[in-house]
């Protein structure tokens, strides 16, 4: 059974850079064709899709957070990281990593989630 | 852009009752991408229904999903306890803004 566990810092300084990993365990990432994706959502707020990665490296990324976000993925560690740069309080969000079953144009459905992280932008 | 708009925005319901679920989407897409999640406070949301209709592993057959076009539907049949919660709906990138299910 796939399980996805995000981690890293959980408070960031404005206009500094945001940096998470997920780690997939009980499955490799390479297998069943599925897609990566970062979501978050702040507190007491509805979800926003990230942007997604698939194994080969190709990417995508919500349009409003484009020339802010990175993803890539290290196949080797079954793994997966986010880098959201010049990040505001705006940004302050629990960030979710999920598997992403998608057409290869879009995402059909997200599952499993991981737990979610925290991460509060402040100085 | 797709919006999907959810109502109603809370429901207020006693244990053992029928909820009914709406998404209504801005354009016609395929029903192949209409998935329901259910969120608890504190939890990852979790995937209930994907294709509109299909039940994801695991999930009672209380939960049923139904629609196609620009209207969805989710229904649970009868609430247990643990129904209550936040659900969202999705297609493609796009999440509903959520209805919550409370008790009465």
Known sequence: ?123 | EIVLTQSPGTLSLSPGERATLSCRASQIYSSNYLAWYQQKPGQAPRLLIYGASRRATGIPDRFSGSGSGTDFTLTISRLEPEDFAVYYCQQYETFGQGTKVEIK
Not at chain 1, 48 to 73: A, D, H
């Open chain 1, 1 to 123: 059974q796939v399980q996805l566990q995000e981690s890293g810092p959980g408070l960031v300084k404005p206009s500094q850079t945001l940096s998470l990993t997920c780690t997939v365990s009980g499955g490799s990432m390479s297998s069943g064709g599925y897609y990566w994706s970062w979501i978050r959502q702040p507190a007491g707020k509805g979800l926003e899709w990230i942007g997604r990665i698939y194994t080969s490296g190709s990417t995508k990324y919500n349009p409003s957070l484009q020339s802010r976000v990175s993803i890539s993925v290290d196949t080797s560690r079954n793994r997966f990281s986010l880098r959201l740069t010049s990040v505001t309080a705006a940004d302050t969000a629990v960030y979710y990593c999920a598997r992403d079953r998608n057409s290869g144009w879009h995402s059909e459905w997200f599952g499993p989630w991981g737990q979610g992280t925290l991460v509060t932008v402040s100085s």
